[in-house]
C-alpha cells in the first residue's frame, strides 16, 4: 500500500467514524419520560405502569 492510499483510507475511516455522531437528537422530545421528571411522569401517563416491565 502505498502512501496515497493510506491516506484516503485512513481519511475515509475518519469520516465514517465522525459522521453519524454529527446527526442526532436536535431538540429534546418533550413527551419523552426523561424530559418530564422520569418515573413518575411515564406513572402518570401510562396507567398499566406497574406491568409496563
Given at each position: 500500500?502505498?502512501?496515497?492510499?493510506?491516506?484516503?483510507l485512513s481519511l475515509g475511516f475518519v469520516v465514517g467514524a465522525l459522521l453519524p455522531?454529527?446527526?442526532g437528537c436536535v431538540e429534546a422530545n418533550p413527551d419523552?419520560?426523561?424530559?418530564?421528571?422520569?418515573d413518575g411522569y411515564c406513572a402518570q401517563q401510562h396507567s398499566d405502569?406497574?406491568?409496563?416491565?
Open positions: 500500500m502505498n502512501s496515497r492510499q493510506a491516506v484516503i455522531s454529527s446527526s419523552h419520560c426523561v424530559n418530564n421528571g422520569g405502569w406497574e406491568n409496563a416491565y
